[in-house]
């Protein structure tokens, strides 16, 4: 990875941050989670991070995506 990469997004759902990085994915963004929970009581984030060249149309997509919920 030679690109800059940021944090786009942060939940405690794992579910949530997977069905975005794969709505990213589909409008052509990369993306890649971090899972910082603990793994015995689920404390914690767990982040979507996308380059740096693509944060205001992630962010215009995510925001799109949680509006049709």
Avoid: C, R, T
Avoid at 10 to 23: K, R
């Amino acid at each position: 990875m030679d690109e800059e990469w940021v944090v786009i997004y942060s939940s405690q759902q794992l579910y949530e941050i997977e069905l975005l990085s794969g709505f990213l994915l589909e409008n052509d963004i990369e993306s890649f989670v971090i899972n910082k929970q603990d793994s015995s009581y689920l404390i914690g984030e767990i982040e979507l991070h996308v380059p740096i060249n693509s944060i205001l149309k992630a962010k215009q997509l995510i925001s799109n995506f949680n509006q049709s919920e």
